[in-house]
């Protein structure tokens, strides 16, 4: 990556977390899944790695929202032989999402997240761009046992983008725009869990994350 990118990055970072006693929730993820690409009408897999911090504060009607912001490895494979290319970059995001405690242990729990992608071939200022954008709706359902959280959900995705493929500017988007999948939470603190996001069909992936609340 580029280092005026990175020092963007570091200055976003650092307006965005340099006074997180004014949030009432942060945290750290690292994930990779599997999804299909249809680029020009061409089904192509990819695989996307991503890690980053997200802040959230809480509304008086307890509407949860947040901003995400982190790196990302892109591979886009050719089916038809053993090439891929690789890109690397940065994203931002946007997170609404709302709670409905039904019961002690039940709660249903809506989320909207919006992400902007931008990054280049191997991560050089002169290799190809690749740029997309993505609209997530998740809903999902809650159970509480103690230290323990299970929450499964499902999901609709839709995505947008350009891509410079063999020389040539590419638009895609997904080829499968619903998901399933389950939320494991582990409690370690009173304000504080290790998260597991397991999700199937149109993405295949893990997501691990490091969640705090204030």
């Known amino acids: ?106 709660s249903l729990h809506g989320r909207f997240a919006y992400d902007w992608h931008s990054g280049r071939l191997d991560g050089d200022a002169s290799d190809p761009e690749v740029n997309w954008s993505s609209t997530r709706l998740r809903l999902g359902l809650q159970l509480r046992m103690g230290l323990l959280g299970l929450r499964p959900f499902v999901e609709w995705q839709r995505l947008d983008g350009d891509v410079e493929l063999e020389g040539t500017r590419r638009l895609f988007d997904e080829n499968e725009r619903y998901s399933s999948g389950l939320i494991l939470d582990l409690e370690v603190e009173p304000s504080a869990y290790v998260r597991l996001t397991w999700t199937q069909q149109g993405q295949q992936g893990l997501l691990l994350s490091f969640m705090r609340n204030y």
């Open 1 to 106: 990556m580029p280092g005026s990118r990175q020092f963007l990055l570091f200055l976003l970072l650092a307006g965005v977390f340099s006074s997180v006693q004014a949030w009432t929730g942060i945290s750290a993820s690292l994930g990779e899944y599997d999804s299909e690409w249809r680029i020009d009408n061409e089904i192509r897999p990819m695989t996307l790695t991503h890690y980053g911090l997200s802040v959230e504060d809480r509304t008086a009607v307890g509407l949860r929202m947040g901003l995400s912001i982190g790196e990302f490895g892109l591979r886009i494979k050719n089916p038809s032989d053993t090439l891929s290319q690789d890109y690397a970059g940065e994203f931002l995001g946007l997170r609404l999402r709302w709670p409905w405690r039904l019961s002690r242990q039940v």
